[in-house]
């Protein structure tokens, strides 16, 4: 007979035979002395290197300005890796195999010579695929995206239809300021590029927790059949983080919460949760029911903001006993800004599975804690057995998905608590990806790098999706335009934003559930005599 860890493995379903498999490349990273490229990019190709998970042969190239020897370049990476928290160290022989494979190119993306040497560079790795398949990663501000696109077409770097090779352009986030300048620079990128040679960040779709909602919600019988305005009472997203701006003053002064986080990661989350079956797990069939969903989220006009949405920016306080200054006071920030640190929304989602759900959506840096979760909340069941004992107090069930940290899905139902008396008390069923898989859930760089080296995109944004998203935050900021942050919107560092957060669910009769740190035991207090 078997065991049932045989036939466990027995029933693992491995999709990764149907994924095209990854030709040799080179791949060049423009914004090469930026912070992206040593404590994520490198660090992720790095350890796709030790799983063996890079094609058979492969290449890196850094295009920045400073002039430096490869070697430099070579150390430099290799100190900032090793000032990483990590559980993976570094493997001296690994790492000397990897180095290998990394270059530097010195140049300025405003001049056409340093395209010639950076081709003259890729040509020296011989005429197989090395110097034809091209994966140009722009680590850099997206003002420069179309210049960059523009010199590497003009360099004959990059080619529409290529017949020896392919080439690629991934784009780092802030996909532009607002719907015009998104617009703007998918014409400039569409001008010297196929759309499907363009791939978009989107490093939450990275995630392992957020893959896995459409596991969770197509592959079990159990969810889907509750997942409507049948079963569903409400929706709450939340995206906390302790931290706040810290060096990212100048960035974060142009974006906001709103843009920063609701624009993509937020929205992106939102759509997996409640997006329709695809017809297949092809990219473009995904995607299309993401945007089918991103456009039926209702608009909030302008004149409806100030009751839909709550914004806020921290004030001084603590954040886990250590002190905070005021976001106004923190490094490249205006002393009198309005730029929102946090950011609350209703929303509504018009369409024939979810009219009528409200989803309730929040984030904010200097929060309590950094945790992402979506939390479904369901209806109440009809209360006539246990209402005579447990009033209107019998608690609804609700799923909640822990995007980060504790990554894992968590169910409350009521049971009754053991004992001679009738007690009823919610319990929690918990599905945790440390207890289940171990402790090491790869970065979603390694995934996303990976995939774009194969082709794949069905983890990066469509054009479409992206201008969908900005339609809805661009009607959101001109509620703001012009009104400076009241006194009640600030609030002290370390708690969980403006009261008038609250108040935003208040009015519906919900309340914000709090992201908890897992609990693996019930606590004794609870339990029956
Ligand atoms: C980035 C934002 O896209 O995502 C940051 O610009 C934010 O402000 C970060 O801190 C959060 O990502 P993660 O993976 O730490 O949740």
């Not at 695929?129 to 680590?139: G, I, Q, T």
């Not at 092809?282 to 969903?293: Q, S």
């Amino acid at each position: 007979m078997l065991s049932s860890e045989a036939l466990d493995e027995l029933m693992i379903c491995r999709l990764d035979s149907a994924r095209r498999s990854v030709e040799p490349c080179t791949i060049v990273i423009f914004g090469a002395s930026g912070d992206l490229t040593s404590r994520k990019l490198i660090p992720a190709l790095y350890d796709l290197h030790q799983q063996k998970l890079l094609p058979s042969d492969y290449r890196i190239i850094g295009f920045a300005r400073s002039a430096k020897a490869d070697d430099v370049w070579r150390k430099e990476l290799l100190a900032a890796f090793e000032k990483l928290p990590r559980s993976r160290r570094v493997e001296p022989g690994a790492w000397k195999e990897f180095a290998s494979k990394v270059h530097y190119c010195r140049g300025d993306i405003d001049d056409g010579d340093s395209f010639q040497k950076l081709k003259t560079l890729v040509a020296g790795f011989g005429a197989g695929p090395l110097s034809h398949n091209l994966l140009f990663y722009l680590a850099i501000s997206p003002s420069r995206f179309g210049q960059a696109v523009a010199q590497l077409c003009q360099a004959g770097l990059l080619c529409r239809d290529d017949p020896h090779g392919w080439q690629r352009v991934v784009v780092e986030k802030p996909f532009g300021h607002d719907l015009a300048s998104a617009r703007g620079l998918n014409h400039e990128l569409t001008r010297h590029a196929h759309e499907d040679q363009i791939f978009r960040i989107d490093h939450y779709l990275g995630k392992e927790t957020v893959q896995n909602l459409l596991t969770f919600r197509f592959s079990n019988a159990l969810f889907e059949p509750l997942w409507s305005r049948n079963s569903v009472d409400h929706v709450q997203i939340t995206v906390s983080e302790s931290l706040g701006v810290g060096r990212r003053g100048g960035y974060y002064e142009e974006a906001g919460a709103l843009r920063d986080m609701v624009q993509n990661h937020i929205l992106q989350v939102m759509s997996l949760v409640t997006m329709e079956p695809p017809v297949s797990l092809e990219a473009e069939p995904i995607r299309d029911e993401k945007v089918k969903l991103i456009e039926s989220i209702r608009a909030i006009p302008p004149e409806q903001v100030s009751r839909m949405v709550v914004r806020g920016q921290y004030a001084a306080g603590a954040v886990n006993g250590a002190a905070q200054a005021a976001y106004r006071h923190e490094p490249l920030v205006r002393p009198d800004s309005n730029v929102e640190t946090y950011v609350a929304l209703k929303l509504h989602v018009d369409n024939w599975r979810w009219s009528g759900v409200p989803f309730y959506v929040r984030t904010g840096k200097c929060l309590p804690l950094s945790a992402s979760e979506v939390r479904v909340q369901f209806r109440p069941t009809p209360n006539v057995l246990f209402a005579a004992r447990c009033g209107p107090r019998l608690d609804a069930n609700s799923v909640t998905i822990r995007l980060q940290p504790n990554e894992g899905i968590t169910m409350r139902i009521n049971g009754k608590v053991p004992g001679a008396s009738m007690q009823i008390r919610p319990v929690r069923m918990h599905f945790s990806y440390d207890a289940e898989f171990g402790a090491y859930t790869p970065e979603a760089y390694e995934r996303l790098l990976l995939d774009a080296m194969a082709g794949d995109a069905t983890l990066f944004l469509r054009r479409d999706e992206v201008e969908a998203a900005w339609t809805l935050v661009d009607s959101i900021r001109a509620g703001w335009d012009g009104v400076p942050m009241g006194e009640r919107e600030f609030y002290p560092a370390g708690t969980w934003g403006p009261k008038s957060s609250e108040d935003l669910l208040a009015r519906s009769g919900h309340a914000w559930r709090e992201p908890q740190p897992l609990q693996r035991t019930n606590p004794a207090p609870d339990r029956a005599p």
